[in-house]
């Protein structure tokens, strides 16, 4: 016998409807609205489930429903048929949403999307007093540490030492060696115009010592390794695993963020040395390969062209990008809360902002040098 | 004290209707060997408590069973398919025919309740949104939870509500066979009380398989049909309670016998006292 309801409605007389073969959550739908197709009127309704072959918590909620409609109008309904279990299970399952609250208050979308945007303000505005608070609390512990009040924990420092520089050497080294080339060969076909090629090697030598190797570095690490702060940071919180830090009795700034900082800020210096160099080697290779210039000869036009003040400058900005970069992810990293998407929107967060705060900086430091009459 | 193992334990003759059956299996991580040879069956229609100690391995054979886990060796069979075949089709087939909840309850972050309730019913079926709606707000009401708790975010529950609304994103299909891992630790005994009659309801009226990982010996007295003992990677023991108990190892003696096992077994005198 095949699935189906059969609907008997004699006017005037008891409403009888027999169902037979199987009612599960697949027919759910089909079986809610043949129940329905009959008003509820006097005297009332059987359901005959003799010809039941399986009936889940679905089937039941689908009944119940069809009972309730004929109570509620006032008329009787009954079933026919049922075993102990099955009028047991009909019973138990209430699915009327009543006092049950399925979805979060919407309200009025005109008031909901002006309340959007006032809370997005309001968390940016707390977002910004929350990271100075941030900050401060960071110089603090660091400054204890610095001052040997406070223990700085070695092993954590060196651990991250190997993941943001060991463990970037190869990526960072390809990186500037790529983009060494590109300034050397872009700059040659230009100064070419000139009959100046030979200044290519000022070229690279000040470009990349000052500026572009540092940047590129920073923005590197900041991708690789800002975002893991974050992400590692967030991941514990979510797992009250900063809560535990706390209750042990450890500052988790002391413990997670100060090692991030100092491992961030040297690696970070060495890095951009390395990077530099990286490039250097590169603009030597294509000066050599093309403009037929000896290694040697080189190396003594970049010892005329590049002043030591523009290493300096480049070896003071490294670290202070290495210190942003780290204290951004950190940062993020603590203010995630909730579910596994604040993880996501922290980390991107941490690595834009860094991004962008080490461009700011690096516009600031220019400006600054400047003045001070470094060009 | 003399350990025998009893020969096969775990296993029912071959010609018996069972939802699952394990054979041989062996699992491990690294050196680690967690089990070693292992059989076990569940009948249809039958629950199944697995003891034993914390580490013996119980999440991990269910992990293996649902196919999260993968088997060194040996050999899964649910509902008489091969549950090793790695092929898309047949786990889909496979994932339709059983609810899962996880000890760490395992709820999506980013949904709420009734929307976890409402993922497994959306993956599977097309259901208009009031029907599901309704059978969120019936599966809300059946575990137990509080009237607000459909709209909060898993962050926003205790561990208990976490657990129950596990257990409702694990019942929503209404599956042959559930998975539960320690469906009552982190639930006040009402509550406890509470599952186990649901439990009961479920496996009179739907004719449920349970694969029960306990160690809530008032549920193992209430609700199973069998017990089975796991330790020392294989099961040592499985029966009905009464005969388990019976079973001469020093951990299933401890176990049953130790004051919470006694106060489970006599529900009378315990309350006396
Ligand atoms: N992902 C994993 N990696 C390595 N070892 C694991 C992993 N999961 C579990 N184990 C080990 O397997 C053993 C059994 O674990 P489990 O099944 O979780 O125990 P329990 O019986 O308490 O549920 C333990 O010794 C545990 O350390
Ligand atoms: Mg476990």
Redesign the pocket.
């Given at each position: 016998m095949g699935t189906g309801i059969i609907w008997d409605a004699p006017a005037g007389g008891e409403a009888r409807v027999a169902l037979t073969g199987r009612w599960t959550i697949s027919e759910v739908t089909d079986l809610a609205d043949a129940l329905a197709r009959e008003a509820p009127r006097a005297p009332g309704l059987a359901i005959d489930l003799a010809g039941v072959e399986g009936l889940d918590t679905a089937g039941a909620w689908a009944i119940n429903r069809a009972i309730q409609r004929w109570e509620q109008a006032g008329f009787g309904a009954r079933l026919d048929g049922a075993s102990p279990d099955i009028a047991r299970l009909i019973a138990a399952v209430d699915g009327t949403p009543g006092a049950i609250k399925l979805r979060p208050d919407m309200g009025n979308p005109v008031v909901a999307r002006v309340e959007r945007i006032g809370k997005a303000l309001v968390l940016q505005g707390r977002n910004i007093t929350n990271f100075l608070g941030f900050l401060g609390h960071v110089l603090i512990v660091l400054g204890g540490t610095l001052i040997g009040r406070r223990r700085l924990r070695w092993h954590a420092v060196v651990h991250q030492a190997e993941a943001i520089g060991v463990n970037a050497l190869g990526i960072i080294g390809l990186l500037l060696f790529l983009v060494g080339l590109v300034i050397a060969q872009q700059g040659a076909v230009q100064l070419r115009q000139f009959g100046a090629e030979v200044f290519t090697v000022n070229l690279i030598g000040r470009a990349t010592t000052r500026e572009l190797g540092i940047l590129l570095t920073a923005i590197m690490v900041a991708g690789r390794s800002g975002s893991a702060f974050a992400a590692q940071i967030g991941s514990m919180k979510l797992n009250q695993e900063i809560d535990a830090l706390r209750t042990i009795g450890l500052d988790p700034i002391e413990v997670l963020v100060i090692p991030r900082v100092i491992a961030s800020s040297l690696m970070l210096l060495g890095l951009a040395f390395y990077g530099g160099l990286c490039a250097l080697v590169a603009g030597g290779f294509y000066v050599w390969s093309e403009l037929a210039m000896p290694p040697d000869s080189y190396i003594t036009r970049l010892q005329e062209v590049i002043l030591m003040s523009d290493f300096v400058i480049g070896m003071v900005k490294a670290p202070v990008f290495g210190f942003i970069i780290a204290i951004m992810g950190c940062f993020h990293g603590f203010q995630v809360t909730g579910n596994a998407e604040s993880v996501g929107t922290r980390t991107t967060q941490a690595v834009v902002e860094a991004i962008f705060v080490v461009i700011v900086f690096d516009a600031f430091f220019a400006f600054f040098f400047s003045l001070l009459g470094y060009n | 004290m003399a350990i025998d193992v009893q020969p096969r334990a775990g296993t029912l003759p071959d010609d018996a209707d069972v939802a699952v059956r394990v054979r041989g299996l062996v699992t491990g991580?690294g050196n680690?060997i967690?089990h070693n040879g292992l059989d076990l069956d569940v009948a249809r229609g039958e629950v199944l408590g697995l003891v034993?100690g914390?580490?013996?391995?119980?999440?991990?054979?269910m992990r293996t069973i649902i196919g999260l886990n993968p088997a060194r060796a040996g050999h899964i069979e649910i509902f008489g398919h091969d549950a090793l075949d790695p092929s898309p089709s047949a786990q889909r087939a496979l994932r339709r025919q059983w609810g899962v909840l996880f000890?760490e309850g395992a709820l999506f972050s980013g949904l709420t309740v009734a929307e976890n309730i409402e993922v497994p019913m959306r993956e599977f079926l097309a259901l208009p949104e009031d029907v599901m709606a309704a059978l969120a707000a019936t599966r809300l009401r059946q575990v137990g939870l509080p009237a607000d708790a459909g709209a909060k975010y898993p962050s926003e529950l205790s561990g208990g509500m976490k657990k129950r609304a596990g257990l409702a994103r694990a019942l929503a299909l209404d599956p042959a066979l559930l998975f539960l891992d320690e469906p009552t630790a982190g639930l006040d005994p009402i509550s406890a009380a509470a599952f186990d009659n649901l439990i009961r309801l479920l496996k009179d009226t739907l004719g449920l398989t349970l694969f029960l990982?306990t160690h809530d010996l008032d549920t193992l007295h209430a609700i199973c049909d069998r017990v089975a003992v796991?330790g020392e990677g294989r099961v040592l023991a499985c029966g009905t309670i009464d005969q388990v108990r019976q079973f001469d190892h020093p951990w299933v003696q401890e176990y049953f016998s130790g004051p919470r096992g006694r106060a489970a077994a006599h529900p009378a005198t315990g309350k006396a006292a």
């Open positions: - | 991580f680690q967690v034993g914390s580490g013996s391995g119980k999440s991990v054979l000890q990982i796991l």
